[in-house]
């Protein structure tokens, strides 16, 4: 198959591209500039996600689109928000898609998207998951947890703190619990879904094998990069969101109110994906300990 992949050229982008090229289907990546890509299987085509009449030309000839589009955080006064590229972006690739002559759509969500949500974060992600059901397209709808790999923004930060800082801030009490999932076990799954007709017009909570507190997840890392122990400071969540709700603007501070509630509202599921898709995610510990030691290999 033919492959539209937008936002394939980001962290969970690589991981797909990989998964998909390794099926044997071919790629067509949407890209913000023009590219020469050398890579065998894939062309890169420019386009933007906001802008739709620059969609329609690139998606034809493909069989199927993927969209990977997503932020972490917003910076309105660089235009970068939810509404436009959570929203506005799925609806405008649903409309290229249809006016391509595609059937087949993948969407990556969010785990916690739902319709009363509170974080707008996961109110816009569920907004764009509503569009893709009433598309009249055959959709499949991937919710992850936290993604973890080698050049993710998450674990790898939390290792940078921990490797510099002699305490690290906690938000509360650490015990919110979360169930990261690997970004080749994410990409298996997309890949995997083109090929399997009984994912259509279905949505997957995608978890990783461990449960695991926050504290505890810093103690893994902390084993990890050879320590003992982490020392931690616990910051009252009263403190933490008044200083995210001055700071948060500024992209220096490292967390957002947004970031804040979905920590403590915890990222967790029943792992019921693996009912269908009949693999065992890989432990965190054993992940992080071959990319936080400098082993990870690309595709």
């Not at 006064?77 to 409309?95: P, Q, S």
């Not at 169930?179 to 994912?199: H, K, S, Y």
């Not at 279905?202 to 890392?221: F, K, N, P, V």
């Not at 792992?271 to 432990?283: A, Q, S, V």
Request: glycine share 8%; charged share 20%.
């Amino acid at each position: 198959m033919r492959i539209f992949l937008a936002g394939g050229t980001g962290f969970v982008g690589g991981h797909v591209r990989c998964a998909l090229l390794e099926k044997g289907h071919e790629l067509r990546v949407l890209t913000h500039r023009r590219l020469t890509c050398s890579e065998p299987g894939i062309e890169a085509v420019e386009g933007d996600v906001t802008r739709p009449e620059t969609l329609v030309a690139a998606m034809q000839g493909c069989d199927a689109v993927i969209n990977l589009v997503g932020i972490i955080r917003e910076f309105p006064a660089r235009g970068i928000t939810f509404e436009k590229l959570h929203v506005a972006a799925t609806k405008n690739l649903l409309t290229a898609a249809l006016h391509a002559g595609i059937h087949r759509f993948i969407q990556m969500s969010a785990l916690g998207a739902r319709p009363a949500a509170v974080s707008l974060y996961h109110q816009t992600k569920y907004r764009a998951e509503e569009e893709v059901r009433a598309s009249g397209l055959d959709w499949t709808i991937f919710r992850p947890s936290v993604i973890f790999g080698p050049n993710d923004d998450f674990i790898n930060k939390l290792a940078g703190i921990i490797r510099n800082l002699p305490i690290v801030p906690v938000v509360g009490d650490g015990l919110y619990r979360l169930q990261p999932i690997d970004g080749n076990d994410v990409a298996r799954c997309f890949a995997m879904a083109l090929e399997m007709p009984e994912t259509v017009g279905q949505s997957y909570g995608l978890c990783g094998r461990d449960r695991i507190t926050y504290q505890q997840l810093l103690e893994i890392i902390a084993k990890t990069l050879g320590k003992k122990s982490v020392r931690t400071l616990n910051v009252p969540v009263p403190f933490m969101k008044l200083a995210a709700s001055i700071l948060q603007r500024f992209s220096f501070f490292p967390i957002t109110m947004d970031q804040i509630t979905m920590l403590l509202e915890e990222s967790i599921c029943d792992c019921t994906w693996r009912e269908t898709f009949r693999f065992e995610p890989i432990g965190i510990a054993e992940a992080i300990h071959v990319y936080l030691k400098g082993h990870h290999s690309g595709c």
